[in-house]
Nanobody, 117 residues
Framework: QVHLVQSGGGLVQSGGSLQLSCAAP???????????MSWYRQAAGKERELVASISSSGATDYADSVRGRFTISRNSSRKILFLQMNGLKPEDTAVYYC????????WGQGTQVTVAA
C-alpha cells in the first residue's frame, strides 16, 4: 500500500482555479514512473467518479465534464501528482482523491474542493 499525501483544495469562486497535489514521499523514483495515476472525486450523495488519469507511459485522459478545464501532470523527481483545475464550476464541488495503481497501489486521504456560485 503506497503512502499518499494530498494537499491543495479549498473554497473558490466559480471560474476560479485550484491545484491539487498528491505526494508519494516513500516511493522510489523508478516505482513512481511505473505506476498509473488518477484523480477521482465524490460529491455528496453520489458515486465516486474518475476525473483524470495518466498512465505510466504518460498518456492522459479526462472525464468529459472536465476536459479542457483540468490538467493532470506529474513531477517524477519530486514524486508528486498534480491536478490543475481551471474554470471551476459549482458542480465540481466534491472530495477529490488521488489513486496510484500498479506495482504499488493506494489512495490519498481526500481533499475538499468547494466552488461557490
Amino acid at each position: 500500500q503506497v503512502h499518499l499525501v494530498q494537499s491543495g483544495g479549498g473554497l473558490v469562486q466559480s471560474g476560479g482555479s485550484l491545484q491539487l497535489s498528491c505526494a508519494a514521499p516513500r516511493l522510489i523514483t523508478s516505482t513512481f514512473w511505473s505506476l498509473d495515476m488518477s484523480w477521482y472525486r465524490q460529491a455528496a450523495g453520489k458515486e465516486r467518479e474518475l476525473v483524470a488519469s495518466i498512465s505510466s507511459s504518460g498518456a492522459t485522459d479526462y472525464a468529459d465534464s472536465v476536459r479542457g478545464r483540468f490538467t493532470i501532470s506529474r513531477n517524477s523527481s519530486r514524486k508528486i501528482l498534480f491536478l490543475q483545475m481551471n474554470g471551476l464550476k459549482p458542480e465540481d464541488t466534491a472530495v477529490y482523491y488521488c489513486h496510484f495503481q500498479g506495482r504499488e497501489s493506494g489512495w490519498g486521504q481526500g481533499t475538499q474542493v468547494t466552488v461557490a456560485a
